[in-house]
């Protein structure tokens, strides 16, 4: 695309001409918005060359020179199941009417869990898994008819296309392992990335993947692990050591978690 020189001599002229009005008269004093304009050289006034933007604009899906599209390129095209089809598998498995006073939440939970596990940036781990069982069991826990709790639960895994019986062991194992532990034993894991303790292999893969994705399930899961340890289940109190969990040990932004965090104990307060 090219600009000829006329033209720009056109826009100063205009310019200068437009800024007499911003000029005092003569004998008085210059007013904070007076200016001049310089005049420019005939050198600078020559034709010159600006990219084409059709040559700018050649994106194509997954193909971009970037990390993220060579990681991630080959999804392109495929087929993710829509919110109202993995409620509609929920119902289905569920084989009920959810309670009135817990559909709003229950649909809710469904919704934001599938938008979750279809990111393509999704990766389950422990922390994770211990994350969304404890969830669920506080918004669960007074749900007014007997067996519901498990039978809601277990829809729902099947409804996102997660495996109940692999998140259950997978929460397991991190709870056993934090029985015992301190607070300053949990730092130094987070802190290591040991591959050869649960909550260290987490780290490490967090600290190593810079597209990884935090989701609320993974907040809860560490306010869990603080409650084994002994931290006091109170949110100015788990503000600041999540603050320096996701911060300091793990190398990312703590605002989401603690965000999380605060709603968690809130909605714990109302049950």
Known sequence: MKVQASAIVTLVALAATSSNAFVAKSGSRTPFLSRTVAPLKEATLDTFELPSIEDEIKYLPGQADTEFARRFGDLVGKEVRTVGEAFAQFTEELGYTVNALYKNMVSDIVGTTHLIVVNARFQRDPVWSLGILTALDLLLKNYPEPG?????????????????AAIRAEAKTIEEWAQGKTKEDIEAALSSGDPSTPLGAVAGAIQKDEFWMYSRYFGIGLVKIMDIVGIDMDKDEVYPVMETWMSEKLGRSHLTACSDSDLFFKVKEKL
């Open 148 to 164: 519901m709790q498990e039978s809601i639960t277990s829809a729902l895994f099947k409804s996102v296309g997660l495996d109940e």
